[in-house]
T-cell receptor, first 114, second 115 residues
């Protein structure tokens, strides 16, 4: 069975600092990988996803993530944090065939201080 | 226009009651989902429908019954509500094929509180 581990339930950064949110997956074969963001009192919104091809994936709002098969990781980064980035971030994996079935990690709350 | 909408946004009810949550999407998607987000923000799939047909049914108590009158709507009915049902319930939809690389679009959530 697939699973996702997000290291750190909370990450605090200063405005302008690098954002790094960690995600490791467990799967017998490389799965499809997603990052979703949840702003307070809202639903989830896709930031980016890795399916095939280039391992460095660029998403919305300046975020990017790199799929590293050897490390079974898909960490999310942003060079410079904005106050508006404060939200809950979820890493998810999808099975390789059939219908879309997302398995989510437990989420990481990103806190941005001025 | 809201892509995926849910009603109500908040639902407070007593143990033992029966309640329904409605979901509608105007994206033309064929596949819809219900997720439960617990108090620790953990999200778990409950059900998935493709073109009104149930395709995913995780280990959810049979007090929960989804109904899809058409492919734009997926409602969730809960019988005999229990304290442990308190959570935020999210509806989502994905594109026509409903394949594993599809982006899922989420509604704003319904916060259910069982007293």
């Amino acid at each position: 069975a697939q699973s996702v581990t997000q290291l750190g339930s909370h990450v605090s950064v200063s405005e302008g600092a690098l954002v790094l949110l960690r995600c490791n997956y467990s799967s017998s074969v490389p799965p499809y990988l997603f990052w979703y963001v949840q702003y307070p009192n809202q639903g989830l919104q896709l930031l980016l996803k890795y399916t095939t091809g280039a391992t460095l994936v660029k998403g919305i709002n300046g975020f990017e993530a790199e799929f590293k098969k050897s490390e079974t990781s898909f960490h999310l980064t942003k060079p410079s944090a904005h106050m508006s980035d404060a939200a809950e971030y979820f890493c998810a994996v999808s099975q390789l065939s059939g219908y879309s079935t997302l398995t989510f990690g437990k989420g990481t709350m990103l806190l941005v201080s001025p | 226009d809201t892509a995926v909408s849910q009603t109500p946004k908040y639902l407070v009810t007593q143990m033992g009651n029966d309640k329904s949550i409605k979901c509608e999407q105007n994206l033309g998607h064929d596949t819809m989902y219900w997720y439960k987000q617990d108090s620790k923000k953990f999200l778990k799939i409950m059900f998935s429908y493709n073109n009104k047909e149930l395709i995913i049914n995780e280990t959810v108590p049979n007090r929960f019954s989804p109904k899809s009158p058409d492919k734009a709507h997926l409602n969730l009915h809960i019988n005999s509500l229990e304290l442990g049902d308190s959570a935020v319930y999210f509806c989502a939809s994905s594109q026509v094929a409903g394949g594993p690389t599809d982006t899922q679009y989420f509604g704003p959530g319904t916060r259910l509180t069982v007293l």
